[in-house]
């Protein structure tokens, strides 16, 4: 069955990348998100399959590399938002790395781009989940795989619209940069979006978790299960512990 | 060896705890930081180590509990902010639950408080390097175990302190709450503070990561190994992966 699912690099510290600059003079890669990027995903850029699909020589065949093998088999369309695109249509060149239909959330009504090896950008303009609708057509029974931005998968996500999140946590702190989630996720302090780690993967580089996203819930105060206690007073004992 | 850790329970998306708020007239309990921070550590709370620590009936024995009583093993003594000595020291009581010599670091001196099981309270004004040297002299080769907040934490991790950082990563995205981490770090766009993650123990409510703290290093952009392309042109295309 088509699940939706995102993939996404962190630092332990949730970024995806380095802060945004404040204007853009001297090219992306020497300004300040770059750094911090580079470092998140750092990990699939050593892998040997990551490597293979871009058309890089090298890499490593590691359980890194299994996973991003994995990431590309499962996914039968994405779905991107509009800067993201802006930002890859030129490098990515005759040959983009899907390999699948692409659909872009946009404002802007533009032709279906064909590629090469079976990569297709089609501009949607009627909303995010027309186009997870159509990307859910287009993908053969595999999975629809939110491509980012960060802040698109943050709208699938407030949507109600992800199934599926695998985190690279990149063990870094950067202290700065573009957070994953954040307010845009549209919780009030008494809610969460609650999710299940289905399996974790470790490696000497990065965390691979895979969760299951249950939905939003309202948080509780009371959760110490069924023995009984009243909770008050003891609040900040809890904050002596772990 | 003595070494310098930390514990501590995050959302997903990083957050320790609810927003602070504005002006404390409710108590703690019905503030906008309980329901954040009571489902953080809600794996805790269940387990049986940490209820029989204090003094609770029930909980589970799992693989959570086990962790729980290896957090309380291997400290012989505690560092704590201010805030937090002072948001506790009533709850505590006359048993408070560290059952070791913990070290408040603070501007108010105060004499030294003794109390039952174990646990006593000295003032440290000389600041927190010298706290962290008399907690390393009272805990007999066992570690100094910073015991919160946030920002107790971050000065550790700023100044270079921390040796071991075990993160407990609750699987709920909570979307506004006070940051673990952050610009207290001190860290700016090209710097970082590399860790290197030693264990995984994964349950259904919860991740824990143990990590061994490398130390601050610059971040480089061309990490692509050894087999010489250049990374310019491909920087976007990294985005479209992973």
């Given amino acids: 069955m088509t699940k939706?699912?995102?993939?996404?690099?962190?630092?332990?510290?949730?970024?995806?990348?380095?802060?945004?600059?404040?204007?853009?003079?001297?090219?992306?890669?020497?300004?300040?998100?770059?750094?911090?990027?580079?470092?998140?995903?750092?990990?699939?850029?050593?892998?040997?399959?990551?490597?293979?699909?871009?058309?890089?020589?090298?890499?490593?065949?590691?359980?890194?590399?299994?996973?991003?093998?994995?990431?590309?088999?499962?996914?039968?369309?994405?779905?991107?938002?509009?800067?993201?695109?802006?930002?890859?249509?030129?490098?990515?060149?005759d040959e983009p790395p899907f390999h699948a239909p692409v659909f872009v959330v946009t404002h802007?009504?533009?032709?279906?781009?064909?590629?090469?090896?079976?990569?297709?950008?089609?501009?949607?303009?009627?909303g995010l989940e027309r186009a997870i609708e159509l990307a859910r057509d287009a993908a053969g029974g595999k999975d629809v795989a939110v491509s980012g931005g960060g802040e698109l998968l943050r709208q699938v996500l407030a949507a109600g619209l992800l199934d599926q999140l695998d985190l690279h946590i990149a063990p870094v702190l950067l202290g700065e940069g573009q957070h994953l989630f954040g307010p845009g996720l549209g919780l009030g302090a008494d809610d969460g979006i609650e999710l299940v780690p289905d399996r974790v993967v470790d490696s000497p580089g990065v965390t691979h978790i895979r969760y299951t996203v249950t939905g939003?819930?309202?948080?509780?105060?009371?959760?110490?299960?069924?023995?009984?206690?009243?909770?008050?007073?003891?609040?900040?004992?809890?904050?002596?512990?772990?």
Same sequence: chains 1, 2.
């Avoid at 850029?45 to 065949?61: C, L, N, P, S």
């Fill in 108 to 126: 802007r009504p533009r032709e279906v781009l064909e590629r090469q090896g079976g990569t297709s950008f089609t501009f949607v303009t009627e």
């Fill in 4 to 93: 939706v699912t995102a993939q996404m690099s962190v630092s332990l510290d949730g970024f995806y990348t380095g802060p945004r600059a404040a204007k853009d003079t001297k090219g992306w890669m020497r300004g300040p998100e770059a750094p911090g990027f580079f470092r998140v995903t750092r990990w699939a850029v050593d892998a040997a399959a990551w490597r293979e699909r871009q058309g890089f020589a090298g890499g490593e065949r590691s359980v890194d590399s299994e996973i991003v093998e994995e990431t590309f088999a499962a996914a039968g369309a994405y779905v991107m938002g509009r800067r993201m695109f802006d930002a890859g249509e030129f490098p990515w060149g």
């Fill in 216 to 242: 939003r819930s309202k948080l509780v105060l009371d959760d110490r299960g069924a023995s009984g206690e009243l909770v008050g007073p003891a609040a900040s004992e809890q904050r002596s512990a772990l």
